[in-house]
């Protein structure tokens, strides 16, 4: 009798110290798992949470998953770097002479004004510094959306589902208005160079991306003199956005998306995959929408009726093909969540 009772005690204090620990440790991930008590299940989650203890004593992000998480694809190991900069700061305005070099052939200027003078006049008027989307928190869970300008999110119902993210980054000249229940109305930061500057509202950040020395002068002129209004294309003397709300895109980490995500294919990475890098970077969740072609196999923008366009595949700047397939790759790894539209 007081041997039974001996071995029921241990095994109700066997399984109560499981149950306690493991749920300690889904806690501990802020794992959302439905109560199950298929002892089974119980002891394989427990194993993957004691094994995630030990390979990442102090999780990134407090996600399911974390992007910056390492050792689940060597695909993705090999070529994610977490110490690239996305950003250039006011205190962080040094791009390596190898980057500088590679980034100045870009579009080939031929008198550009010296970088280091460009990017002091620059961070004397914007401060460069401040947006959330640069300060990690810890221990949080930054789910960020990044939409692209395809057609297939024409009639996708997208809206809701983008709008509910921390972070929306949109680029170029992608509108919302009117497009709404497909592409959304949230926007927190939006990508833009000179050449597809567009109006934003006051309270989004703009992030330029410079493909040259002129750019950045652009955004100095565009909040001052309004003297440069030509680079290769038009381009608007004066813009609105607040200098608090300016962020400048690292030339070092393009060169970076371009040899480790690109591996040289195309001239330089575009605005998409250029948006989508820095989310990686940034985000702990990033859920794609708006890249590729719909149904159809037609590469329109979304805002357009002429289903034949398709310049993102067809300049022969950017490997829009290389470039769908590094994002499908993501995807597969689940690193990303891919919404393929219609
Ligand atoms: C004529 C031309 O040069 N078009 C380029 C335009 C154009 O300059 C701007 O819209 C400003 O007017 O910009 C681009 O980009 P664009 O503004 O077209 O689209 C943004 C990003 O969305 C993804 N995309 C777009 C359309 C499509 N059918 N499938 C997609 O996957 C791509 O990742 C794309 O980068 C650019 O900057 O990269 C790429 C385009 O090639
Ligand atoms: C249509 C085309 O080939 N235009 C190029 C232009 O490319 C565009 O550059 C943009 C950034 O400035 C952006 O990357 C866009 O996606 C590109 O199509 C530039 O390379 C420009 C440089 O002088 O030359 C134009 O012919």
New binding site residues.
């Given amino acids: 009798m007081v041997v039974v009772r001996r071995r029921n005690v241990k095994v109700f204090t066997f399984a109560f110290l499981l149950i306690t620990v493991t749920s300690f440790l889904l806690n501990y991930t802020h794992q959302v798992t439905t109560t199950t008590w298929d002892l089974r299940h119980l002891i394989v989650q427990f194993s993957e949470q004691v094994q995630k203890l030990f390979k990442y004593p102090r999780r990134p992000c407090s996600c399911r998953t974390c992007i910056s998480e390492l050792g689940h694809s060597l695909w993705f190991d090999q070529r994610f770097n977490s110490t690239m900069q996305p950003f250039l700061t006011s205190q962080n305005a040094l791009i390596p002479e190898e980057s500088y070099k590679w980034w100045l052939k870009l579009q080939g200027e031929k008198t550009p004004k010296n970088i280091n003078a460009t990017l002091k006049e620059l961070f004397g008027i914007i401060p460069g510094v401040g947006d959330p989307l640069q300060e990690r928190g810890t221990y949080t869970c930054r789910r960020c959306a990044v939409v ?5 999110l024409r009639q996708s119902q997208y809206g809701q589902d983008i709008d509910s993210h921390d972070f929306v980054l949109r ?4 509108p919302t208005a009117g497009y709404e229940s497909d592409v959304g109305s949230k926007t927190t930061h939006h990508f833009v ?1 000179p ?2 500057y567009k109006e934003l509202a006051e309270n989004v950040s703009m992030i330029l991306i410079p493909f040259k020395t002129l750019d950045l002068r652009w955004v100095v002129t565009a909040l001052t003199t309004g003297t440069i209004n030509f680079t290769y294309v038009p381009v608007p003397r004066k813009i609105k956005v607040k200098k608090e709300k300016i962020l400048v895109y690292n030339p070092a980490f393009m060169k970076y998306v371009y040899e480790n995500w690109l591996q040289h294919h195309g001239r330089y990475p ?4 250029l ?2 890098m820095l989310a990686l970077h940034l985000c702990d969740e990033v859920n794609v929408y ?5 149904s159809k196999g ?4 979304y805002w357009e009726n002429n289903a034949s366009a ?6 022969g ?2 490997d ?1 093909d290389f ?2 397939n590094v994002t499908l790759t993501l995807a597969s790894i689940e690193k990303i969540n891919f919404f393929k539209g219609r």
């Fill in positions: 692209g300008n395809s057609g297939n680029m170029n000249r992608a160079y050449e597809s575009s605005t998409g995959l948006s989508l708006g890249f590729g072609a719909d037609h590469w329109h923008h398709g310049a993102f595949r067809k300049t700047v950017h829009g470039e769908f």
